[in-house]
């Protein structure tokens, strides 16, 4: 059972950035990150998929956010930058300990381990 560590989030005004990690305890294919708002379905954030690599970015995301890893050390990042109130949610990692179709990582279903989560604020 692989174990994905956050650290990072908090809260932080319009406009402002924040940086998120995530070390997983063992090998993955994919490491990503999804949100949730209250009230809201989990949302695609960004995925990254080692070996390309191959890096995916949700729709809202337009070159605000960067996700970036090391597959040597199983880590991933998510950079985020020129944050909105509706930003706000709780952001958690997930990773996927096989090789799931490219098209198929933007949904939850193919990712294997998920983090606790940590809570992104961002006031207006």
């Known amino acids: 059972q692989v174990q994905l560590i956050e650290s990072g989030g908090g809260s932080v005004q319009a406009g402002g950035s924040l940086r998120l990690s995530c070390a997983a305890s063992?090998?993955?294919?994919?490491m990503g990150w999804f949100r949730q708002a209250p009230g809201k379905e989990r949302e695609f954030v960004a995925t990254?998929?080692?070996?390309?690599?191959?890096?995916l970015y949700g729709d809202f995301v337009k070159a605000r956010f960067t996700i970036s890893g090391d597959k040597a050390k199983n880590t991933v990042s998510l950079q985020m930058n020129s944050l909105k109130p509706e930003d706000t949610a709780v952001y958690y990692c997930?990773?996927?300990?096989?090789?799931?179709?490219?098209?198929?990582?933007?949904?939850?279903?193919?990712?294997?381990?998920w983090g606790q989560g940590t809570q992104v604020t961002v006031s207006s």
């Open positions: 997930a990773a996927d300990k096989e090789r799931s179709a490219l098209s198929y990582l933007r949904r939850p279903e193919p990712y294997d381990y």
């Open positions: 063992g090998t993955t294919y994919t």
């Open positions: 990254i998929r080692w070996g390309t690599p191959n890096i």
